[in-house]
């Protein structure tokens, strides 16, 4: 089992940055990769961007890329979310996944409000 905690969230203005932080407690071993998903209100739950633990390769949508940068520290077992030039868009419920040996885990999710 994992667990994950994410922090970081909060209410910014348009044009502002917040940096997510998530980590990830119990058996951490054969991770395969981290992500973020988002999900604005009243709208489903989606991909945002990832990481892989071993290499760090990352993918990211389209609606972020140029804005938002994902890294992972595998030491400390935690992903970080560096969004910068937010705006309204971005706003609504962020998570963070980890699969671990082709299992997904999610965290509670932090809130990023944008306000314009």
């Known amino acids: 089992q994992i667990q994950l905690v994410e922090s970081g969230g909060g209410l910014v203005q348009a044009g502002g940055s917040l940096r997510l932080s998530c980590g990830a407690s119990?058996?951490?071993?054969?991770?395969?990769?981290m992500a973020w998903f988002r999900q604005p209100p009243g709208k489903e739950r989606r991909f945002v961007a990832s990481?892989?633990?071993?290499?760090?390769?990352?993918v990211y949508a389209d609606s972020v890329k140029g804005r938002f940068s994902i890294s992972i520290d595998t030491p400390k077992s935690a992903v970080y979310l560096q969004m910068n030039n937010l705006d309204s868009e971005d706003t609504g419920a962020y998570f963070c996944?980890?699969?671990?040996?082709?299992?997904?885990?999610w965290g509670q999710g932090t809130q990023v409000t944008v306000s314009s």
């Open positions: 996944k980890a699969v671990r040996s082709g299992v997904a885990y």
């Open positions: 119990g058996r951490t071993e054969n991770m395969q990769a």
């Open positions: 990481a892989g633990w071993n290499d760090g390769s990352t």
